[in-house]
């Protein structure tokens, strides 16, 4: 595939348009398909709104832009579809939905068309089993903003073919984007390893340990990180991120490690999903209502030491599983949810005996068998190694 193959997108929503801008601008012709008419109009006035923002910026000429849009073609059928190296599907996150889509989808391109889904909670395997011929057929997670986050996690399922896997790391690579392969496991790398800075944080909140501003000041102060778990969770939503928790959750079959929090769940019951809401964690509507953190050094680090060590024990779990290699997993840290260095790297540097200290700890205070210690985390602490040598 080069940058005159033809790429099918499926599902004009943010992903999918994003997926579509970023191949209209490395020079495929796009062929956007949604079976909502209005979707698809809504998705044209945005890809103008973005692209003339550029434009204003000077981050784009005039000539690239139009360039760019005369490139996608937004289409009400599936016809168009037949010309297409590859397609990628960006519906719903509904498993029969999609299931259904692949199969229309496999009676009409050709035969070395590859067929990618942008899911982020549901396995490979399960939507191919609605496929025919499955080896040509992977899970390819694009972050949103998909235009500006840099990261792909590509997934292959159990029958995926190895070529299939080449191909498209080449084409995403030549979209400038980092790619990392992961195992068809719940939440890939991304969502699983990510978890515990939202959960650790609520748990932290529920105990009355440190409210919610205290807690976001600790990690953007002593920990680095771009946002706070309560500010994140209100910009992506309240909505969404518990019901990944809670989709991660089921799919390990209940382990306490992934418990959702009923904080969460309440504001999620009552409507209050954060920013689009205008109230989540914090007051958008009123921001003088918003409790200001305790800036306390010693506090906020206490807070950062527990969060992170729950956050490295995980990246460890990813690695003892066979989920990603220990590059990979650091990579997908920092350019899918933009930590300040990857999990591992970060592990290294503390030392693997001061985190396992820190989990022993919480284990011994809790009881609970969320806080049980990696076996790996455990094992290079007793050989004296470290993730990286």
Same mark, same amino acid.
């Given at each position: 595939?080069?940058?005159?193959?033809?790429?099918?997108?499926?599902?004009?929503? !943010?992903?999918?348009?994003?997926?579509?801008?970023?191949?209209? @601008?490395?020079?495929?012709?796009?062929?956007?398909?949604?079976?909502?008419?209005?979707?698809?109009?809504?998705?044209?006035?945005?890809?103008?709104?973005?692209?003339?923002?550029?434009?204003?910026?000077?981050?784009?000429?005039?000539?690239?832009?139009?360039?760019?849009?005369?490139?996608?073609?937004?289409?009400?059928?599936?016809?168009?579809?037949?010309?297409?190296?590859?397609?990628?599907?960006?519906? *719903?996150?509904?498993?029969?939905?999609?299931?259904?889509?692949?199969?229309?989808?496999?009676?009409?391109?050709?035969?070395?068309?590859?067929?990618?889904?942008? @899911?982020?909670?549901?396995? &490979?395997?399960?939507?191919?089993? =609605?496929? /025919?011929?499955?080896?040509?057929?992977?899970?390819?997670?694009?972050?949103?903003?998909?235009?500006?986050?840099?990261?792909?996690?590509?997934?292959?399922? *159990? +029958?995926? +073919?190895?070529?299939?896997?080449?191909?498209?790391?080449?084409?995403?690579?030549?979209?400038?984007?980092?790619?990392?392969?992961?195992?068809?496991?719940?939440?890939?790398?991304?969502?699983?390893? =990510?978890?515990?800075?939202?959960?650790?944080?609520?748990?932290?909140?529920?105990?009355? *340990?440190?409210?919610?501003?205290?807690?976001?000041?600790?990690?953007? #102060?002593?920990?680095?990180?771009?946002?706070?778990?309560?500010?994140?969770?209100?910009?992506?939503?309240?909505?969404?991120?518990?019901?990944?928790?809670?989709?991660?959750?089921?799919?390990?079959?209940?382990?306490?490690?992934?418990?959702? +929090?009923?904080?969460?769940?309440?504001?999620?019951?009552?409507?209050?999903?954060?920013?689009?809401?205008?109230?989540?964690?914090?007051?958008?509507?009123?921001?003088?209502?918003?409790?200001?953190? @305790?800036?306390?050094?010693?506090?906020?680090?206490?807070?950062?030491?527990?969060?992170?060590?729950?956050?490295?024990? #995980?990246?460890?779990?990813?690695?003892?599983? /066979?989920?990603? !290699?220990?590059?990979? &997993?650091?990579?997908?840290?920092?350019?899918?949810?933009?930590?300040?260095?990857?999990?591992?790297?970060?592990?290294?540097?503390?030392?693997?005996?001061?985190?396992?200290?820190?989990?022993?700890?919480?284990?011994?205070?809790?009881?609970?068998?969320?806080?049980?210690?990696?076996?790996?985390?455990?094992?290079?602490?007793?050989?004296?190694?470290?993730?990286?040598?």
């Amino acid at each position: 595939m080069d940058h005159h193959s033809n790429i099918g997108v499926v599902g004009a929503g !943010t992903m999918g348009s994003g997926i579509a801008q970023i191949a209209a @601008t490395y020079g495929h012709e796009v062929y956007l398909f949604d079976a909502y008419k209005d979707q698809l109009k809504k998705a044209e006035q945005e890809f103008l709104k973005i692209l003339n923002r550029q434009v204003t910026k000077d981050r784009m000429t005039q000539k690239k832009m139009d360039d760019i849009l005369h490139r996608i073609h937004f289409v009400d059928h599936l016809k168009n579809f037949s010309d297409c190296e590859i397609v990628f599907e960006a519906i *719903i996150e509904n498993l029969q939905a999609k299931k259904d889509q692949f199969a229309r989808l496999e009676g009409i391109v050709k035969r070395s068309c590859i067929l990618a889904t942008n @899911t982020s909670s549901l396995s &490979i395997a399960s939507i191919s089993s =609605a496929l /025919n011929k499955p080896g040509r057929f992977l899970g390819v997670h694009f972050f949103n903003p998909a235009p500006v986050m840099n990261l792909v996690e590509i997934i292959p399922g *159990i +029958s995926t +073919s190895n070529r299939v896997v080449e191909k498209v790391q080449k084409l995403t690579k030549s979209w400038e984007k980092k790619t990392v392969t992961a195992k068809d496991t719940p939440g890939f790398i991304v969502n699983r390893v =990510a978890r515990p800075f939202y959960g650790e944080a609520l748990r932290i909140y529920e105990e009355g *340990i440190a409210d919610i501003a205290t807690i976001d000041w600790a990690m953007k #102060e002593c920990g680095e990180f771009k946002m706070g778990p309560f500010e994140l969770m209100d910009l992506v939503g309240n909505d969404v991120n518990y019901e990944v928790t809670e989709t991660i959750f089921k799919e390990f079959y209940y382990d306490p490690r992934f418990k959702p +929090s009923f904080v969460q769940k309440r504001l999620v019951e009552a409507g209050k999903y954060g920013k689009k809401t205008g109230i989540g964690f914090y007051n958008y509507q009123d921001p003088s209502k918003n409790p200001k953190p @305790t800036k306390d050094k010693k506090v906020g680090q206490n807070l950062l030491n527990r969060i992170l060590a729950m956050l490295i024990n #995980e990246a460890a779990d990813a690695v003892f599983m /066979n989920v990603a !290699t220990i590059e990979d &997993i650091d990579l997908a840290m920092k350019n899918g949810v933009n930590y300040p260095k990857g999990l591992l790297e970060w592990a290294d540097e503390i030392g693997l005996n001061v985190v396992l200290n820190r989990m022993e700890f919480l284990q011994a205070k809790y009881g609970e068998d969320r806080y049980r210690p990696n076996p790996l985390l455990k094992q290079k602490v007793a050989n004296g190694e470290q993730f990286y040598e």
